[in-house]
């Protein structure tokens, strides 16, 4: 059974940091490009970052640049989103996805309907 469990959610304060970490198993995930989103109540879910097999191209929402860092560990089979200088505009369920596309090297999409695998997601809850 495929699946993508994250993990490392929780309650902080505004500035403080977190790491989430998202964990495959069931098949290898080391050549899917990899992506987070986040959900806030209430809000459509939306892209946060994205990361590109080998970890050689990177994208980030404009909200999170400079703040949020993706990255990647084939070998653990594990993608991590740090998140830096929290703002409660940040509280939001967070999911972790996988694609199936192979367009190119460094392929990377912010489109949730080119993720084919999806976690259950994480809360995060950054207080003011």
């Known amino acids: 059974q495929v699946q993508l469990v994250e993990s490392g959610g929780g309650l902080v304060q505004a500035g403080d940091s977190l790491r989430v970490s998202c964990t495959a198993s069931?098949?290898?995930?080391?050549?899917?490009?990899m992506a987070w989103f986040r959900q806030a109540p209430g809000k459509e879910r939306e892209f946060v970052a994205t990361?590109?097999?080998?970890?050689?191209?990177?994208d980030y929402a404009d909200s999170v640049k400079g703040r949020f860092t993706i990255s990647r560990d084939n070998a653990k089979n594990t993608v991590y989103l740090q998140m830096n200088s929290l703002k409660p505009e940040d509280t939001a369920v967070y999911y972790c996805?996988?694609?199936?596309?192979?367009?190119?090297?460094?392929?990377?999409?912010?489109?949730?309907?080119?993720?084919?695998?999806w976690g259950q997601g994480t809360q995060v809850t950054v207080s003011p």
């Open positions: 996805a996988a694609s199936l596309i192979r367009a190119y090297s460094g392929y990377v999409s912010p489109h949730s309907y080119h993720y084919h695998y």
């Open positions: 069931g098949r290898t995930f080391s050549t899917d490009t």
């Open positions: 990361i590109s097999w080998n970890g050689g191209s990177t």
